[in-house]
């Protein structure tokens, strides 16, 4: 097997250039030519990395006012040690609290089950009372056993609601936007009358949006009660903004891409006689592929930007909600965690971004494009 080849395609699919010296080197190939790599994609990272907080602890020396300042870098991890340390003691809080309610539940069920034995041999009117409180304690063992913590979201809970929020924005964004650009693709005519509407609303504001998708929510939630429905509105809310907002950049590239399928593959289809659909689905749609997930990278880019300011003016519980709740607080730590969100808002747009290319290098048939 050769295992060279493969790690180094790997790291071509993955978009991870940075591991491309390791594996020559180990492949036994010139060091000197290695360490130049290590050296461009290692080290001149961790020496930009350091200035990079050098100059951010000498800002936070010299960004003081009467009651701010800047967050050190130190201030900053401690602030984000302590978020992850109070999410792990709310969860272990939850924990104890849902087994004690486990254990009032079998309580229950014992005296429910006491209260039937004792109606057995009970007279007929002692009976009937000893069998409802048979079922009121019954009643009380399956809200027990169904007891769900009501603790407020911890700042890791709320990076697992933005990123639900921004993957339903996206599956949205995807599903309106490739089908109407492979029609804008296939169709000229079907373009010219869509790109009026397109090249107006790709330049709109989240902030103007979000008011306009809250109405829609709004209005379609008119007849709903509380705990009915299967999404929150704030919820429906963001995702709409980050569809809205992100929708764009897949919908002219998948068009780009359908129009531009080379012409030869056509002719072959015509002379093959493919019916619409198999032309679609045989070649338009592979060919096509590489720039519609450079559409879709680019997409879920913008989702996760247009996120954060959706989450803080719709006040869905995300990272937005969290930056925003922080501000509002005032407390000594406040600028410290909201400087430690935006280290952990960067790192996932960066772990989306690698997702993106290595899917758009998977279907690129061999010629990945450099990140």
């Not at 000498?58 to 040690?81: D, H």
């Not at 057995?120 to 169904?146: G, M, W």
């Not at 072959?268 to 990278?297: D, E, H, N, Y």
């Amino acid at each position: 097997m050769n295992w060279r080849g493969t790690a180094l395609r790997l790291c071509n699919v993955a978009g991870m250039p940075i591991f491309e010296p390791f594996v020559r080197l180990a492949a036994g190939e010139d060091p000197k030519e290695q360490f130049k790599g290590i050296a461009k994609f290692v080290l001149l990272p961790i020496v930009a990395i350091a200035l990079f907080v050098g100059a951010w602890s000498l800002a936070a020396k010299t960004v003081v006012t009467e009651s701010m300042q800047l967050p050190s870098p130190s201030a900053t991890w401690q602030a984000g040690a302590d978020l992850f340390a109070m999410h792990f003691a709310q969860r272990a809080e939850d924990r104890v609290k849902k087994d004690e309610m486990l254990s009032e539940a079998i309580v229950f069920m014992v005296q429910a089950k006491s209260l039937e034995n004792q109606a057995i041999a009970a007279s007929s009117s002692d009976k009937e009372t000893l069998l409802a409180n048979a079922l009121i304690y019954k009643k009380k063992a399956v809200q027990a056993a169904n007891y769900v913590p009501s603790s407020a979201p911890t700042f890791i809970d709320q990076i697992f609601t933005s990123l639900k929020t921004v993957f339903f924005g996206f599956a949205i964004a995807t599903l309106i936007a490739v089908p109407l650009g492979v029609l804008c693709g296939m169709s000229p005519w079907f373009n010219a009358a869509l790109t009026p509407a397109i090249q107006m609303f790709k330049p709109v504001s989240p902030l103007a949006w979000l008011p306009l998708a809250s109405l829609v929510i709004i209005w379609a939630y008119s007849n709903s009660q509380p705990g009915e429905t299967f999404f929150e509105k704030a919820f429906l809310i963001s995702a709409v903004t980050v569809s809205l907002c992100s929708l764009w950049p897949t919908l002219v590239n998948t068009t780009l891409g359908v129009a531009s399928v080379d012409k030869d593959y056509l002719n072959v289809a015509r002379v093959l006689k493919l019916t619409w659909s198999q032309k679609l689905f045989k070649i338009i749609l592979p060919a096509s592929l590489p720039l519609m997930f450079a559409g879709l990278r680019i997409s879920l880019g913008v989702g996760w930007m247009v996120l954060i300011a959706a989450d803080m003016l719709a006040q869905n519980p995300g990272l937005g909600k969290f930056v925003w709740d922080e501000f509002q607080n005032g407390s000594s730590t406040t600028y410290a965690r909201i400087a430690f969100s935006v280290l952990i808002i960067g790192l996932i747009g960066l772990v989306l971004d690698r997702i993106m290319i290595c899917l758009r290098n998977m279907v690129s048939f061999g010629n990945p494009v450099a990140g």
